[in-house]
């Protein structure tokens, strides 16, 4: 076999292994957009939209945009990320939690930015969202009750825990 045959068949596995990779990210980003929404219990309208993992977002669905690779194309074989708006008021205020999924030997581990990983066990089930929905959730819990205890006892202003807030003109949006 030539060396140029045997590199692109290596690369034509390369692909194939990444599309598994995104393919995975993205079936489980889209269980935890519709899933976190009900888990939450919003009976006023969308709770939850996939954004990009970084800079300005609205709350809106932004389709492949909210990856960090292309759905298509060549594509690196690595770590995705994507961004996950959640609306945190009955008004319009959303944070973005910035989730980084990552394939360690039979585990898939996600992890919140700056905040705790979740590792599930290849290959994922649609029952697995359910637990993980919990996790996502006491962990946006557990950064607002952080921090009205330290402005309690006198000591706040950190944000360091993996959401990213934005204000725009009517909306409110952080990234924490």
Same mark, same amino acid.
């Given at each position: 076999m030539p060396r140029f045959d045997e590199l692109v068949a290596t690369v034509e596995i390369y692909q194939a292994l990444a599309e598994e990779n995104y393919n995975r990210i993205r079936r489980l980003a889209e269980e935890v957009r519709s899933g976190l929404c009900d888990y939450l219990g919003a009976s006023? /309208? $969308?709770c939850v939209h996939l954004v990009p993992p970084a800079g300005p977002f609205e709350p809106r669905a932004y389709g492949d945009q909210a990856f960090s690779i292309p759905p298509r194309g060549f594509r690196p074989l690595g770590p995705v990320s994507f961004g996950l708006a959640v609306r945190v008021s009955k008004g319009q205020d959303w944070l973005r939690l910035v989730l980084n999924c990552r394939k360690t030997g039979d585990s898939f581990i996600v992890q919140i930015e700056e905040g705790a990983e979740y590792e599930f066990q290849l @290959?994922?089930?649609?029952?697995?969202? /359910? @637990?993980?929905n919990a996790h $996502?959730?006491?962990?946006?819990?557990?950064?607002?009750?952080?921090?009205?205890e330290r402005y309690r006892?006198?000591?706040?202003?950190?944000?360091? $825990? /993996?959401f990213d807030f934005s204000l725009p003109e009517s909306t409110s949006r952080f990234d924490i």
């Open positions: 006023d /309208g $969308i @290959p994922i089930r649609e029952e697995d969202a /359910g @637990p993980f $996502i959730y006491q962990h946006i819990l557990d950064w607002f009750t952080e921090n009205i006892e006198g000591s706040y202003g950190s944000r360091a $825990i /993996g």
